[in-house]
């Protein structure tokens, strides 16, 4: 049988077996730290970021059943099939058109990892007040930030406490990687979350990040929980270097995959401004489909 959401969620034992993902001992970025959190963001293209005013970007994924029976709420299975998301890093904005089996899905998410932001969410048109799917909302879409721009996020992140922690070699659709990891936490954290613990995994030979890990405490549901995304298949484009494929499993309290998913469109700098996504649907130049890859 199933384990229920509440039952995952309360395996102390299993739990206190190993920390994935232990507290680093710093209040900053240590300076070996901001050195290596550098070195990545170049080799994704920060020099090249600051001159972006948009991203468009398009998804398409797939969620093992189990986890819609444990996650409802989250995992928004339908909803949550195939996205158009449009994100304004220099207004820490982002919108997204969600779409699936039960209709569309509007998010807009404003002041994306500042104190104080918010987020709205409509279903079919309809403006939710519950409190469990405006946290779940501005956790999902503060967390694909993250896994798309990584590095490039966290550089400009205004509160880091990051250490250099013992490297690892990992293993990513099936090709290993001798990993330098940055270990600390990011204030404020993935949604609603004050904080979060979290850790990247960068690469010796090309310095990109190729794994995320993340403490999950934006959800009452999800809190002391941990997860990891891997990430691959980094494309270039106006010197952005970003990764299109996603697969995202649970390491605490209990070993499970979550979701695989992958880009199915990407353009950069359409001229996008707030009022072009702040509305119940995007403005003609916003709702253009993001442009395939090719």
Known sequence: MPLSRRSLLALPALAACANPLPE??????TPDAADLLDATATAHGLPAFQDVQDISVSYAGEWPPVIGRLQPVLTDQGFRIRSEERLLPSHATIAQRHQGPAGHKHVLRT??????????VAFNGVESADAEQRASAA?????????????LLLATAPRLALEVAAPE????????????VLRGRVTPGLGFAPSDRIALFIDREERLTRRIRFSLDGLASTRGAVAEVDCWAHVTTVGLRLPTRFHERLLRPLPLRVHDWWVTGLDINRGLEPADVAGAEFSPRAAAPAAPLA
């Open 169 to 180: 070699r990992i293993t990513v659709d099936r090709r290993d990687h001798s990993c330098d």
């Open 139 to 151: 956790l999902v879409a503060d967390g694909y930030v993250l896994f798309l721009l990584g590095p």
């Open 111 to 120: 002041g994306s990892w500042q104190a104080g932001g918010a987020v709205r």
């Open 24 to 29: 680093a001992d710093v209040v900053a970025p």
